[in-house]
């Protein structure tokens, strides 16, 4: 006998379900040129490792026992956390980096099918950034970091370059620690076209880089670092930014930018709001490297937005220049989310000296991550747009908590007024949210 029971809902649309990701026929033919298939019969296939991982990070677990537990469930076999031990070598570290490098792959391929709203001149709006992980220091044999108190730190980078037209990501790098933002900074000139717009902290600013921009005709808005120098178009004198803003409060003009390469480029100052500056003030005080001795000025230009770009005037007023580059925060919020909903930190094991379970198991985070941002929260957001404003954190900690019922899109009704009740930005009338500040732009 049939019930209309509240919980016999219409499925997920196709774009939406998780599970569409894992293409049986995809995955084994990974698994295959891994190495990972050596058996046509045995217990453990692909699929099942990695749909069992991510229910384990799901309940904020990171066992070999509820490993097993997951994909015996999965499976409808026993199998024992020995097995799963086993299945940690390179072959299966082969496999994971694989699956990660195929959904990148998958993404670029509907590059353009999303039509985000851009503003004129740019095709795209693309913002690079890396962020760090802590790791147990038990790890820094895999994953050195830097030396704090005596004790060697693991850390683990990922560098990320984050499309704001396909609300995604072109590409997700894992580097260790040695490598800083400056040996990054051509990394992202293969993803980029003429016309595409790139925001980049201060981190990236490298001369090589900037000119390899401007030949392949991509504008870019950066932070100035204070120890770069500006000089003067028609004296080649160096410029006193400090004497000009006190008199003026703003500046806007074409500098020859560093000694040596003396590159021609647009130097943007404006005022930030009082408690921004005060902020940075802050965080600069705080700074614990003994090499750093901040004099009174630099504190002063800390209450500036120092920029530097190739957009011209007649493209972009000052002020959008500053509103184009707060999109860059963007990132950051990504980032945020990563580190306070994800766990990646925490769900490693301290005592884990198998380095093939360690990539396997970030390579498997950062699919977990991506498969978020590119299919839940992306689909969600467009899907119920004309409702609500959707919280990226506040999403994050949904998919995390509910990863279950959102993989098998089980109660897809349900699940949509939750969203809608428990996922949305709070209502403010003293200031837009980030999307909003993105749709004036692009308005």
Same mark, same amino acid.
């Given at each position: ?59 904020k677990k990171n066992t070999y026992d509820s490993w097993a537990q997951e994909i015996s ?19 299966? %570290?082969?496999?994971?980096?694989? #699956? /990660?490098?195929?959904?990148? +792959? *998958? ?8 039509? @985000? ?117 028609? %004296?080649?004198?160096?410029?006193? #930014? /400090?004497?000009?803003?006190? +008199? *003026? ?8 930018? @560093? ?91 301290s005592k884990c000296k198998n380095q093939d379970r360690i990539y396997c198991m970030v ?20 899907? /119920?747009?004309?409702?609500?404003n959707l919280s990226l954190i506040k999403m994050a900690r949904f998919f995390i908590d ?42």
């Amino acid at each position: 006998m049939k019930t209309k029971s509240p919980y016999r809902n219409k499925s997920c649309s196709k774009e939406i379900k998780i599970s569409e990701r894992f293409n049986p026929k995809t995955i084994n033919k990974i698994a295959i040129q891994s190495g990972y298939k050596k058996r046509a019969r045995g217990k453990i296939n692909a699929k099942s490792l990695i749909i069992g991982f991510m229910m384990v990070l799901s309940k904020k677990k990171n066992t070999y026992d509820s490993w097993a537990q997951e994909i015996s469930l999965n499976i409808g076999a026993t199998i024992s956390k020995q097995a799963i031990e086993e299945r940690m070598c390179p072959e299966t %570290t082969l496999l994971t980096k694989m #699956l /990660l490098e195929e959904e990148f +792959k *998958k993404q670029l391929e509907t590059r353009g099918l999303l039509n @985000g709203r851009i503003p004129v001149p740019f095709n795209s709006i693309k913002v690079e950034d890396s962020t760090t992980f802590h790791l147990p220091e038990e790890l820094s044999f895999v994953f050195p970091g830097n030396v704090s108190m005596g004790k060697k730190k693991s850390l683990i980078k990922v560098h990320a370059l984050y499309d704001f037209k396909k609300n995604s990501f072109d590409y997700l790098d894992l580097h260790d620690f040695s490598k800083n933002d400056q040996s990054l900074a051509s990394h992202s000139l293969a993803y980029l076209q003429s016309k595409d717009l790139l925001l980049r902290d201060m981190g990236f600013l490298v001369m090589d880089a900037l000119e390899q921009l401007n030949t392949k005709g991509v504008y870019f808005i950066s932070r100035k670092k204070a120890q770069i120098k500006v000089y003067d178009t028609e %004296t080649n004198q160096e410029i006193n #930014l /400090l004497k000009v803003l006190r +008199k *003026k409060g703003y500046y806007d003009k074409e500098v020859f930018v @560093g000694k040596k390469k003396m590159i021609k480029m647009r130097l943007v100052i404006v005022p930030v709001p009082f408690e921004q500056a005060a902020q940075r003030r802050r965080k600069a005080k705080q700074d614990r490297d003994k090499r750093l001795n901040h004099s009174k000025e630099y504190y002063e230009l800390l209450g500036y937005s120092i920029l530097l770009t190739n957009i011209s005037e007649s493209l972009c007023s000052a002020e959008m220049i500053k509103k184009l580059y707060e999109l860059r925060w963007k990132i950051e919020i990504i980032f945020k989310s990563w580190k306070s909903c994800f766990f990646m930190e925490k769900l490693i094991p301290s005592k884990c000296k198998n380095q093939d379970r360690i990539y396997c198991m970030v390579y498997l985070f950062l699919l977990f991550i991506l498969l978020f941002h590119v299919v839940w929260w992306k689909n969600n957001r467009i899907k /119920l747009k004309r409702e609500v404003n959707l919280s990226l954190i506040k999403m994050a900690r949904f998919f995390i908590d509910n990863f279950y019922l959102i993989f098998n899109c089980e109660n897809d009704r349900m699940l949509q007024k939750l969203i809608i009740s428990k996922c949305r930005y709070d209502k403010r009338n003293d200031r837009l949210n980030l999307l909003q500040k993105y749709e004036q732009i692009a308005a």
